[in-house]
């Protein structure tokens, strides 16, 4: 943080001393003074001292993976539509009063994916399906458009423009059900199981970061890994572990002493064991009534 807040001063230094000046020639002064706008991004610092913020921020970033393949597949789904529906309703004519004219019809492939993903939030969907249900007089020969756009395809098929309710209602309606109704869905649920995993660790009272400083203070004592230690190491170990796991340097040896003997840890043959010394520690930061 101090080098960002040092280059913001180099920045707006730079801007000041170059005002009404020709020393930065052919560079826009308004670069300079839009650099002095991430001055903004200090908010960040709030994250360390605003739980919520915190806790927030963890979750949109571990929510990242799980979206992204949730999205990827609603990519796919998207592609797979388009081409079903630009092939059975690429030819339905415009209906200006249904919001289904210019870019947002069926004919081409953005235009396909636009209406799609409107249809994917419920927005006007029930318009689509009307549109692409369209029938005579408002279609074909009736309606006199097709002779104009496609004058090809009116000798074969006079109703060419028209749609085609069922497989309308039936491809629609299933896109809705996978689209709207489960992957948007899926998304929410990737982003609230990430927020109530979030929410348990920032709500521990014991972290995972202090678990992990105290499996590497034991293995000071302990090089051979076999989770023992004598009980002469005890009170070193809980010297060196910072709160709430340990006491600190500051305590006196009696305070520390008095507290070893609350945590209520089991010695057996003079040694003492990794898990019951992480759990007594843990549960003395927790409160919890030891056993007599």
Same mark, same amino acid.
């Given at each position: 943080w101090n080098v960002f807040d040092f280059c913001l001063v180099v920045v707006a230094i730079v801007d000041l001393a170059t005002v009404g000046t020709e020393l930065l020639d052919g560079i826009n002064p308004a670069v300079l003074r839009t650099l002095r706008m991430f001055r903004i991004a200090r908010l960040l610092r709030l994250v360390r001292s605003a739980k919520g913020l915190r806790t927030s921020l963890y979750t949109v970033i571990l929510s990242l993976p799980g979206l992204s393949n949730v999205f990827s597949l609603f990519l796919l789904l998207l592609v797979i539509y388009a081409i079903i529906v630009m092939s059975v309703f690429g030819h339905v004519i415009e209906q200006p009063y249904l919001g289904y004219a210019g870019y947002a019809t069926?004919?081409?492939?953005?235009?396909?994916?636009?209406?799609? #993903?409107?249809?994917?939030?419920?927005?006007?969907?029930?318009l689509i399906l009307e549109a692409c249900s369209v029938q005579? &007089?408002?279609?074909?020969?009736?309606?006199?458009?097709?002779?104009?756009?496609? &004058?090809?395809?009116?000798?074969?098929?006079?109703?060419?423009?028209? !749609?085609?309710?069922?497989?309308?209602?039936?491809?629609?309606?299933?896109?809705? *059900?996978?689209?709207? *109704?489960?992957?948007?869905? *899926?998304? #929410? !649920?990737?982003?609230?199981?990430?927020?109530?995993?979030?929410?348990?660790?920032?709500?521990?009272?014991v972290s995972m970061t202090e678990m992990l400083a105290f499996v590497e203070d034991w293995h000071i004592y302990d090089r051979s890994s076999s989770y023992y230690i004598s009980a002469h190491y005890l009170p070193g170990l809980i010297q060196k572990l910072l709160p709430p796991l340990g006491f600190g340097r500051a305590v006196s040896v009696f305070y520390m002493m008095r507290r070893i003997t609350d945590a209520w840890i089991p010695a057996r043959a003079g040694m003492v064991q990794f898990q019951e010394v992480l759990f007594a520690l843990a549960r003395l930061k927790a409160g919890q009534s030891l056993p007599e």
């Open positions: 069926f004919d081409n492939f953005g235009g396909t994916l636009l209406l799609l #993903i409107q249809s994917a939030t419920t927005e006007g969907w029930n005579a &007089p408002f279609c074909g020969p009736e309606a006199g458009a097709l002779l104009e756009v496609y &004058p090809e395809g009116a000798a074969d098929d006079p109703y060419l423009d028209c !749609g085609q309710p069922f497989l309308a209602a039936v491809l629609l309606c299933s896109f809705q *059900l996978f689209a709207a *109704l489960i992957l948007l869905n *899926l998304m #929410i !649920g990737v982003v609230v199981d990430t927020f109530s995993n979030t929410s348990t660790k920032e709500n521990l009272l």
